[in-house]
């Protein structure tokens, strides 16, 4: 299974903020949409990943203020990013070694989407119930033995 597998069930739906826009608004867009991760994009590029992590800990630098700090301060600048062609085995390893929950999916310089840890466990867990339910299907139909048979 491959990264593009799990955004064509995901859909398309993007959620961007720049890196010059007030923190508050981007908490408040995360908020209204129920969603843990925005992507930073300047001039079309993808320059960082603002996730409820880095607004957490701009939070604790504030003294439990959002107060007036841009986007810019509290992202994370280096965000790891994969490709729509990347096998799942290798995106669990690197959510699991970088701790990173959300992942954007770029082909080349174009942001092609994001991916949460959850999109990638619900993946794996609905790719593990089909083949459990088509296993059970071949062992229902497993074809009985032929009586006149030698063995």
């Given amino acids: ?3 593009s597998d799990i955004l064509r069930v995901k859909g398309n739906t993007l959620y961007t903020v720049t890196p010059d826009e007030p923190l508050a608004d981007a908490v408040t867009t995360m908020a ?4 843990g991760s ?6 079309g590029d993808l320059v960082g ?10 939070i604790v630098r504030n003294g439990g203020q959002i107060g007036g700090s841009l986007v ?8 790891v990013t994969c490709t729509a062609e990347t096998d799942l085995d ?7 070694d970088r701790h990173a929950r959300y992942m954007p999916v770029m082909d080349q310089r174009m942001l092609m989407g ?6 990638v466990a619900k993946a794996v867990v609905d790719s593990q119930n089909f083949e459990n ?5 071949y062992i229902r139909d497993w074809p009985a033995e032929d009586e006149g048979s030698a063995s």
């Fill in 72 to 79: 810019r301060k509290a992202m994370d600048d280096a965000p």
């Fill in 114 to 119: 994001v991916i949460s840890f959850y999109d």
């Fill in 49 to 58: 990943m603002l996730t409820f992590r880095e607004v957490i800990a701009a």
């Fill in 38 to 43: 925005l992507v930073v994009m300047e001039h």
């Fill in 90 to 96: 290798e995106i669990r390893r690197i959510m699991l």
């Fill in 133 to 137: 339910k088509m296993l059970k299907a």
């Fill in 1 to 3: 299974m491959k990264v």
């Fill in 32 to 35: 209204d949409k129920d969603i």
